[in-house]
């Protein structure tokens, strides 16, 4: 596409000229956004950047892995990976408010970051994939105008808390313009083309306490349901799909023994911005399959049922 070819050329040109010979350190999250600003920006200013992604225990399955081959082994891009998953776990445990959970993920995700920035010498500049729609919803993302219905995470105040400038080459961009920039720098349809995945991760998916024994047993089902929506041809057509882990135990039986064992939930919306969201509306022949694949195959769960609350008045994530 020409115009996206001519974006690319003007943005590498702009971050040049910025950073100059400056230092720029760019969180990773795994997710379609900051993967590409991270991409351009090493177009632009080659090994000037280094990248930074946390490991907070709260990833979906083989996302680390993916990151860090994408990363490291396909686009050369120096890369740092933070495993803090203990010191996650070790926060999260006995906490079970939604708006503590995240207050902490996110000030915690801050200190990694920062311990990391300072070990590799610091930097000039903080580089992140902003969106235009995040540009004009900063003051509310997801409620009314004045109420906090969750505080999201992101890396708001870092800059100035280290003293950085921020790059951020995406700020025009919507998500599938941002998407088609990526397929021109290189990146494939599966890749640019994933759900959105909140910062918190699964923490915000596992109502109650979040252990890492909890978030195995998540990490498994969601693998499963997301297995399912894309052999059924359906990952396209839906805004985000995922599972959550209920803090209930039910009754069930296996062959002839009783269980006694989490319930699953399954969740999956339409949606432009997350803003507002639709019930995907599954056939009942697939939720059944997802069922029972799931209580079959993973261990602590029992039971499955389907989320059909759209956005209003329920939100996407859980918490
Ligand atoms: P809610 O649950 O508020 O989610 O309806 C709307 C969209 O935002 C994502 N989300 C987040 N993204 N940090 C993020 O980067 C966060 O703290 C966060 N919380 C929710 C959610 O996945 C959905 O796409």
């Known amino acids: 596409d020409w115009t996206m070819a001519a974006y690319r050329e003007t943005k590498v040109a702009q971050i040049r000229e910025q950073v100059g010979d400056g230092k720029v ?10 993967s590409v600003a991270a991409i351009l920006i090493h177009e632009a200013i080659g090994d ?9 225990g709260l990833l979906r399955l083989n996302e680390r892995e ?6 490291r082994d396909h686009y050369n891009i120096p890369l740092v990976v933070v495993d803090a998953e203990d010191r996650f776990m070790a926060g999260l445990a006995g906490e079970t408010d939604p708006e503590k959970k995240r207050k902490f993920i996110g000030g915690e995700f801050i200190a990694v970051f920062e311990e990391e920035a300072a070990r590799i010498g610091g930097a000039d500049f903080l580089a992140q994939g902003t969106l235009y729609p995040d540009v004009i919803e900063s003051v509310s993302f997801t409620g009314g105008p004045s109420v906090t219905i969750k505080s999201h995470h992101n890396v708001g105040g870092l800059p ?8 951020e080459p995406l700020r025009e961009l ?12 290189g990146l494939n349809d599966l890749f640019v083309g994933r759900h959105p995945f909140p910062g918190p991760g699964l923490a915000i998916r596992i109502p109650g306490e979040v252990t890492k024994e909890r978030c195995d047993i998540l990490r498994k089902a969601d693998a499963i349901y997301l297995d399912e929506i894309r052999k059924a041809g359906l990952y396209d057509a839906i805004w985000q799909a995922f599972a959550v882990l209920l803090p209930v135990k039910t009754v069930g039986v296996m062959g002839d023994y009783r269980t006694y064992d989490n319930v699953c939930g399954l969740r999956a919306v339409t949606s432009t911005d997350g803003m507002t969201a639709d019930v995907y509306p599954f056939d009942a022949h697939f939720l059944t399959g997802c069922a029972t694949r799931i209580v079959n195959e993973v261990q602590g769960i029992n039971r499955v049922v389907y989320d059909y609350t759209s956005k209003p008045p329920g939100t996407i994530e859980w918490e």
């Not at 919507?174 to 720098?185: H, I, Q």
């Open 25 to 34: 350190i760019c969180g990773l999250s795994g997710g379609v956004d900051s």
């Open 48 to 56: 000037q950047l280094t990248c930074v992604f946390v490991d907070h």
């Open 66 to 71: 993916q990151v860090e081959s994408l990363f």
């Open 160 to 167: 100035e808390r280290m003293n950085m400038q921020l790059v």
């Open 174 to 185: 919507f998500k599938d313009e941002v998407r088609e920039l990526g397929r021109e720098l």
